[in-house]
């Protein structure tokens, strides 16, 4: 069983530098953003990065609490869709990241959502599968 030691040291290996990989991105990404500019209060992340499971094919599932509006969103959109773009263009990521078309999964959340306890927004002050807190400015 020393191989199947080996194989699992590899595999966790790879698994790591995935979800790094993808952690620097993300970081990179909303702390470059203006919040107010727009639109955002909140990001938070879900998923196979909040997991540490990531693999090579996997996104960054975002839950994006903001005003509401929709040029806020439309702006939101642009701006994780030109670093969605940048990233995937780029060969620096080529060993960590492919077979996307789209680098982030966006779930966006008002008001509305969190008090109503719909959508995404339970996953906010959930007890389990909670959403992990990137960056607010609340």
Known sequence: MLIDKIENAIK???V???????????SNAVMSANFP???????YVIGSVKEHTSGI???IDLIL???????SMKLIKLWFEAWSESVLKSDKYTEEISGLDNLFDLHFITDIDIEKKTSYAVMINALHN?????????
Do not use: F, M
Not at 16 to 26: C, N, P
Not at 130 to 138: E, Q, V, Y
């Open 16 to 26: 790591s530098r995935y979800v790094e990989t993808r952690q620097k991105i993300l």
């Open 37 to 43: 500019d727009l639109g955002l209060y909140s990001i």
């Open 12 to 14: 966790e290996t790879s």
């Open 57 to 59: 094919s996997s996104d």
């Open 130 to 138: 909670r959403a992990k807190l990137i960056k607010t400015i609340l």
């Open 65 to 71: 609490y903001y005003n509401g509006s929709k040029e």
